[in-house]
């Protein structure tokens, strides 16, 4: 089984979120599932991804393999192809003009982003080619590579080599379509999506038309991919999506257990277990005395660590501590982003004595505040899979959280009557935070109750084997269901 997997970023090499992070690890471990490597009838993954102005070039030994023509109607641009390898797996990076060799992988601006992905789409489908190498797959994430889905099918009926390769169109975040591409696909012999289900402000974005053509869509959790055929998260293709939803299915990325450890994570003051969490409150009382908050293991630390995004609920949080000042807690929010978010937690953390906002981005210290406070704030307004609730739970801090997308599908909400690993609240307000934090706070006094909390969240299986499993299986079954038609 062959599966082309291309991506704008993937971490060893270059990382800006959470697309990062799937990409540096579904398909290393993907590779090492059962499958001896070059086995017959095993699988063989390879990564594709632009050779971005920001990949230290010394570090890995690139070879150049390919040069490929791409089509531009200014006349044709050349692509270049470099391989190196990554705990067994091949990647490819690719370069040429239209691949900045500086600045950053994502500036914003669509005349530079656009025409760097949508060639950067072409130039993985004909590296394929050049190497004679036929994907049984063809796996791309976002926007960034949507392109090459809409390519690839525009022309299999013509094109004998891509004929039986099938394309799975993966989304970490629907709303960014990659508008303002439009100028980018024409250029590069892309037609816009005209006759097409899409509406007609979506029929030039390489997102929708990726999205309209893809053999299979597959969101980062089964939640959001339900999700994403509603108003409130659609981005306003939700009727669209409709017409799609038998196509739709979802799966929840996966942590990585190595570096999210708390037995060994060498930030946190001191490690524990799931046996010893008597331990982990020597870990609060060090984030307690790091912040300047007083030394009171009685008082409930409620820890947020985030983007400062609209998206992820920045002000709901903000609003529900604030009405929250006829108890006693203490809170921290870690982040850095939108200057007024920013300016907002500042001004709590001025009126408030319970409240410490530290704006920067600093992975030591967002680790010793999973590994050291009680629960973590999540009210996100739309989330489509979400690390901050898996890597908490591992850590033995309690999640609050929206139940949307990833959070509702990996937090179970807890009840009297049922074993819960978090606490969930249904309506993106200040007001159902607040009354759900006060739920938490009533039961963190019954330290039987929280530690049963605690542990069972610590119990979770959220192992990228389990994940690269059920995309086997995705494969697996699409491959069937295309050579059954053909
Ligand atoms: P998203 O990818 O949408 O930002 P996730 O919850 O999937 O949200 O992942 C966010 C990751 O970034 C988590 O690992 C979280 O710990 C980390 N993170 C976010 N903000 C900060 C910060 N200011 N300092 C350190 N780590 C942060």
Redesign the pocket.
Known sequence: MKIWFLSAEADPFIKV??LGDVAGTLPPVLRRLGYPPGSPGGLDVRLVLPLHGGIDKQAYRLKPVAAMEIYHARGPMLAEAYQTEIEGLPVYLIAGPMIPEDGPVYTGDAGIDGPKFVFFSLAALELARSLDWKPDVLHANDWHTAAAVYALVSKRGLDLFFQETVTLLEVH?LPYLGAGTGSALQAFGLPPGTGTDLPEWAQNMPLPLGLQTADHIVTVSPGYAGEILTPEFGSGLHDFLATRSGSISGILNGLDLVSWDPTRDPHLPVNYSRADLKVRLENKSALQAELGLPLRKDLPLLGM???MDH??GVDLALDALAGLDDMAWQAVI???GDPDLERAAEQLDAASGQVRAVL????G??RRI?GGADALL?PSRY???????M?AMRYGNVPIARATGGLKDTIRDYHETSAGTGFLFSEPNAQALEATIRRALNIFGDKRRWQGLQRRGMQQDFSWERSAQQYLELYEGLIAANRGQA
């Open positions: 979120g959470g975040n660590i985030t983007r998206q992820k870690l982040g850095t920067r981005f600093d992975p210290l967002a999973y999540i989330e489509p899979c979400g690390l901050a609730q890597i």
